[in-house]
């Protein structure tokens, strides 16, 4: 149950900077680059990261460094996202951009990038910290955060919902599909799988 | 070994846009329209020149909406191997010609913020049916266009119908006023780089961008196929038994096309890959766009179109 063999479900690597960029930026959900998320040898030094502290007591930024070793950061994700819509609007070709974090965060950044004009070429991404997921009920389109189990109540239309492994990397989530279609009320129990 | 039934054209006009250029006007011989072409798409015509066979590619320069008319412009090459040089003096208005349909290999890409397109002389043909499909499309884009001095003048009227409003350059102070690295380091992201030009101008762009950060699916070019003559060579064709001499300013694949085997081409720019050809024997002297570096150095494949023999003798599995 935990590999459905669903090819869309998306793989991670540890992230090495790519050599043929000019600048690398990365974003981290997270106070700290954690090591697991870079390649043996790369150092956080390699990028400019901007981190999320989530707490009120950011350092401010009265000139903002945009060189490799600068760190940058947040008091939260939103906060996050919004200055990097801002930045990567200015930004020029040659930029590598790579997220590091669970996977909503991942594909959310990779939203913004995608928006922005970047390729999957020019981005990578390392998942680190919980699994749980978010999931998108393709009956009604609730989406629900923080899933760790295989089947979850849909919290729009009260659906039993199987989490499957179909990965939309447009709506950054996993799809919740009705797991009672065709026998309604028989729905198995529902086993802690993503944390 | 084109896709579908060749068209038949007749030349309806010809102009001389310079003393080198000159724009060919077709229309179908047998009325009706043409296949609507892609943007950015070439034709092959095959020219009979006496007993002599040519096919040569060139790209449309009329809009994709145009079926009426196909036209294309020929520059008259001082050391022509014989296709360039017959359009330009022997083809007159009437005559009907063969021309394989429409195909790109040099396409807009759709999910494109900005599009930047620089062209080199001749180079400049793709672009000018880019031109139409962007400004319909409504996207943005930026045009630099290198020329000569003399040559300028005419590119600035092939131009002119798109230039209102829009940044569209010709250089022709020479490469070396161009600020090419400066042009490339100040494009948005999600810019889409078009080239297309001689090789020299072609590697400058790439290398540059690629030095720059830019990474390889944004980079596209549309190859000419550049110089195919050498030193001449003996091809041994395994399969088909025969051997075939291949002349100085003669490609691979047109000697053998002149011993009545039908190899595989498409672009017959060394861009397209239809005619990759496993090499049993001998060393290729690789001059395509197609293959990779290691797969240069393997020596498993010739691009028949364009490489030719380092050596005496090559033998084909063909």
Redesign the interface.
């Known amino acids: 149950m935990s590999d459905q063999g669903i090819k869309s479900r998306p793989s991670y690597q540890p992230i090495a900077p790519d050599p ?4 690398h930026l990365m974003v981290v959900d997270g106070a700290e680059v954690p090591p697991e998320a870079l390649a043996e040898g790369v150092t956080p030094s390699a990028f400019e990261v901007w981190t999320v502290a989530r707490r009120s007591a950011v350092p401010g930024v009265p000139m903002m460094e945009e060189a490799a070793g600068a760190v940058r950061t947040f008091r939260s994700t939103p906060h996050l996202f919004s200055a990097l819509e801002e930045r ?1 609007a ?7 951009f790579y997220a590091v974090g669970p996977e909503p965060f991942l594909w959310d950044a990779y939203g913004i990038g995608e928006r ?4 999957r ?2 981005m990578g991404f390392a998942h680190v910290g919980p699994k749980a997921r978010r999931i998108f009920c393709v009956h009604c389109r609730e989406v629900m955060e923080k899933v760790t189990t295989s089947i979850v109540t849909c919290t729009g239309c009260g659906a039993a919902l199987f989490v499957r492994d179909h990965f939309s990397r447009r709506l950054a989530a996993f799809m919740g599909v009705q797991i009672d279609a065709e026998v309604p009320g028989e729905v198995p129990a529902a086993e802690e799988l993503y944390r | 070994m084109t896709a579908g039934e060749p068209l038949h054209v007749r030349v309806r006009e010809i102009e001389e846009l310079a003393p080198s250029l000159k724009r060919f006007s077709f229309e179908p011989a047998h009325g009706g329209q043409f296949p609507t072409p892609p943007a950015g798409g070439h034709v092959m015509l095959t020219l009979r020149d006496g007993a002599r066979v040519m096919k040569n590619a060139y790209s449309l320069v009329t809009p994709p909406t145009e079926r009426t008319r196909y036209d294309i412009i020929v520059r008259l090459v001082a050391q022509s191997r014989g296709g360039s040089s017959f359009l330009h003096r022997s083809v007159v208005p009437g005559d009907v010609l063969e021309m394989a349909n429409p195909i790109s290999l040099f396409s807009l890409a759709a999910t494109a913020r900005k599009h930047l397109l620089v062209g080199g002389g001749i180079g400049i043909t793709p672009l000018l049916s880019f031109l139409p499909e962007l400004k319909a499309r409504g996207a943005r884009f930026e045009l630099h266009q290198l020329a000569t001095g003399e040559e300028a003048p005419v590119f600035e009227r092939l131009l002119a119908p798109y230039a209102a409003a829009e940044e569209i350059r010709v250089h022709s102070g020479g490469r070396a006023a161009f600020d090419l690295a400066g042009l490339l380091a100040r494009q948005p992201l999600g810019t889409h780089l078009y080239v297309c030009g001689p090789h020299s101008l072609m590697d400058a762009v790439t290398g540059t961008a690629a030095g720059l950060g830019w990474p390889k699916g944004k980079i596209h070019k549309e190859s000419f196929g550049g110089d195919v003559s050498g030193l001449p060579f003996r091809a041994v064709l395994k399969k088909s038994g025969i051997e075939v001499e291949v002349g100085e300013t003669q490609s691979l694949l047109e000697a053998i096309e002149a011993a009545g085997v039908a190899a595989p081409c498409l672009c017959r720019g060394g861009a397209c890959g239809e005619c990759a050809t496993p090499v049993i024997e001998g060393e290729a002297d690789h001059r395509d766009d197609f293959l990779s570096a290691e797969e240069k150095a393997s020596g498993k494949l010739i691009m028949t179109c364009v490489s030719r023999a380092r050596g005496p003798r090559l033998v084909l599995d063909l």
């Open positions: 043929a960029g000019r600048h990567l200015r930004e020029t070709m040659g930029l590598r922005a004009g970047l390729s070429q020019e």
